[in-house]
């Protein structure tokens, strides 16, 4: 298994266990270093299970791959992710009120959710 496929299946997994993260990859062949972006920060801030799996992800690629580098990152890094080509969670954009919490469904036509998970579509004149 190549490296970028090891990482992009253990982000499906990832993204799999754990609902509301979103997650950009980026491969950076001149250090061979794999960047992984995962927001938001306060999602994964105390989390120890998401944690034990971030850290599992690292021991197992850096046993199958010492030659290249894996990081984990998050919003307000030093380090960001200039061209993502692997994308997990960004299929919906939040935006969230004080009054009312809607989603947005990007793909396909767009379909606003109140913050109970039903369809709102008054809100959409």
Do not use: C, W
């Not at 972006?37 to 999602?43: A, D, K, M, Q, R």
């Not at 030659?67 to 993502?84: C, D, G, R």
């Not at 994308?87 to 767009?110: H, Q, R, S, T, W």
Request: proline share 3%; no cysteine.
């Amino acid at each position: 298994m190549k490296p970028i496929d090891f990482v992009e299946n253990k982000l499906r997994n990832l993204a799999s266990k754990f609902e509301g993260i979103q997650i950009r990859y980026e491969y950076r062949s001149n250090t061979r270093s794999h960047l992984i972006e995962v927001i938001p920060l306060s999602f994964f801030e105390g989390n120890t299970e998401y944690f034990r799996e971030e850290t599992n992800i690292e021991d197992e690629f850096e046993h199958l791959f010492p030659n290249e580098s894996i990081v984990f990152i998050s919003e307000s890094s030093l380090t960001e992710i200039k061209h993502a080509h692997f994308e997990l969670g960004y299929n919906k954009i939040k935006f969230d009120n004080v009054a009312l919490i809607i989603e947005f469904i990007v793909e396909g036509y767009p379909e606003i959710v109140d913050s109970k998970g039903f369809n709102n579509y008054a809100l959409a004149a």
